[in-house]
């Protein structure tokens, strides 16, 4: 193990220490209320109170033989146990929620999104959330057009959600990827990767999985336009042309 992994899991188990202190502090303090209380009610030792605490059964049978205030000690002792199931359910939570909440409400998210994606039609699947993914995906959401963004890098799949898209993370290339994004159900799909061959690779999938499919693909050159639209691309766009040209629209 690395010593940053290590210093990961140490800050972890740090964290969870101090999210116990507090329900185990009013355990503690529940057991440390009981044996006193059941100490000065009932007139009995420590030893004997800490076993009322485990055995309530025994409360009765401790004034089966001796006189005292058995009704009262009773009460007691429910309002005591209801106090050590509220502080172990407390603890409990706490302990399932530093393990596995994280990983639940990330599933919970990711069930969501599923439910959403499934829910489009005549979408734009835009694979790539790298800057030229993110103009094509912000001019589309301008026009409410809707969108689903593949990527898979963790950074840009992150931003893409943050930034109110829905996305799938995974590889564009593969069918699994593509069918998860709704690609049978889409309009058009961008294959929008700062890499020609990437790109390619999509048009063909997605060509094969829908072919109606209207099919953008960005090339990394003009040399690159012929090969994609023989593998399936409508349309092949070449930023720094188009960039070229909007310039000279402005001159």
């Known amino acids: 193990m690395s010593q940053s992994s290590g210093l990961v899991g140490a800050a972890e188990r740090g964290s969870l220490l101090r999210r116990l202190l507090r329900p185990l502090l009013a355990f503690g303090s529940v057991v440390v209320a009981g044996v006193a209380g059941f100490s000065l009610l009932g007139g009995v030792g420590v030893v004997d109170a800490l076993f009322w605490l485990l055995d309530p059964t025994s409360i009765e049978l401790h004034f089966q033989e001796h006189a005292g205030p058995a009704r009262l000690v009773k009460a007691y002792a429910i309002v005591v146990l209801s106090g050590l199931v509220v502080a172990g359910l407390w603890t409990g939570e706490t302990v399932f929620s530093a393990m596995f909440g994280g990983k639940l409400m ?79 159900r889409a309009a058009t ?63």
């Open 106 to 184: 990330e599933e919970v998210t990711r069930m969501q999104t599923k439910r959403q994606i499934d829910e489009q039609e005549d979408h734009v699947v835009v694979c790539g959330y790298g800057t030229f993914g993110k103009t094509i995906a912000a001019r589309l959401r301008r026009t409410e057009t809707p969108v689903v963004v593949i990527e898979h890098g963790d950074t840009q799949y992150q931003r893409a959600t943050e930034d109110g898209l829905l996305a799938v993370q995974g590889d564009a290339r593969r069918e699994e990827t593509l069918t998860e994004a709704g690609i049978d």
């Open 189 to 251: 799909v961008v294959g929008a990767i700062d890499d020609t061959n990437a790109n390619v690779k999509i048009a063909v999938t997605a060509s094969q999985l829908a072919p109606t499919l209207h099919v953008v693909v960005r090339a990394g050159d003009q040399m690159d336009e012929a090969v994609a639209k023989r593998v399936g691309a409508d349309e092949v766009i070449v930023p720094e042309v188009v960039s070229a040209e909007q310039v000279c629209e402005g001159l």
